[in-house]
């Protein structure tokens, strides 16, 4: 079993809609957690990270489930921007971070 | 401020050609270093890891190899490529007790024909 594990989609969606992802970790002494976002043919760049109290970040909401190893990525009023892949990323003490494969979204007009 | 840098941004090689990629960070000291690679239409791989000059964890058998000479650079070589080997080869770095914010650079997309 992979240590992050995600729906690599396409998640294809109108403007304007709202678009949750998920994604589970293997490892529960996970400790940090994560939210990536890669454009085509460019690098990952750190879109939020995930607090065990939820936070939010404008149309971005994340949200962590320990109990069930499950990390949650909300995205409110898509724009066309927002299409991308969307990594999730895990970390547990001193070890490199673990990338999950992504799930790509395709917010359409 | 800090800055990553990688070159070259794309590079076309035939197997069994040496490969030499180079990263260099600058306006931090110490920062553990990384070396990705990314299949197209894949996830992730990460190859090496650094935690200083002339540490090198490898996380995954095969004929690569990088070495750090200096505490910003991060050099990742081959003697050999293989086709396997092509893919979005990418360095990263996080200063130490934020291993959380790793930045990247901008990529070298590798072709080996």
């Known amino acids: 079993r992979k240590e992050v594990e995600q729906d690599p989609g396409p998640f294809n969606v109108p403007e304007g809609a709202t678009v949750a992802f998920n994604c589970t970790y293997s490892?529960?002494?996970?400790?940090?957690f994560f939210w990536y976002r890669q454009d085509c043919r460019k690098e990952p760049k750190l879109l939020m990270s995930?607090?065990?109290s939820g936070n939010e970040d404008g149309r971005f909401t994340a949200q962590l489930n320990r109990a069930s190893q499950y990390i949650s990525l909300l995205i409110r009023d898509s724009k066309l921007s927002d299409s991308a892949t969307y990594l999730c990323?895990?970390?547990?003490?001193?070890?490199?971070?673990?990338f999950g494969k992504g799930t790509r979204l395709s917010v359409i007009a | 401020s800090q800055t990553i840098h990688q070159w070259p941004a794309t590079l076309v090689q035939p197997v069994g050609s040496p490969l030499s990629l180079e990263c260099t960070v600058e306006?931090?000291?110490?920062?553990?270093l990384y070396w990705y690679r990314q299949a197209a239409g894949r996830g992730l791989q990460l190859l090496f890891y650094?935690?200083?000059?002339?540490?090198i964890s490898s996380e995954v058998p095969q004929n690569l190899s990088a070495s750090r000479p200096q505490d910003r650079q991060f050099i990742l070589s081959s003697k050999k490529l293989l086709l396997s080997d092509s893919g979005f080869y990418l360095c990263?770095?996080?200063?130490?007790?934020?291993?959380?914010?790793?930045?990247f650079g901008p990529g070298t997309r590798l072709t080996v024909t």
């Open positions: 995930v607090y065990s």
């Open positions: 306006g931090t000291s110490n920062p553990n």
């Open positions: 990323v895990v970390r547990r003490g001193n070890t490199p971070l673990v």
């Open positions: 650094s935690v200083g000059i002339g540490q």
């Open positions: 990263a770095w996080t200063s130490l007790g934020q291993v959380g914010e790793q930045y």
């Open positions: 490892n529960s002494a996970s400790q940090s």
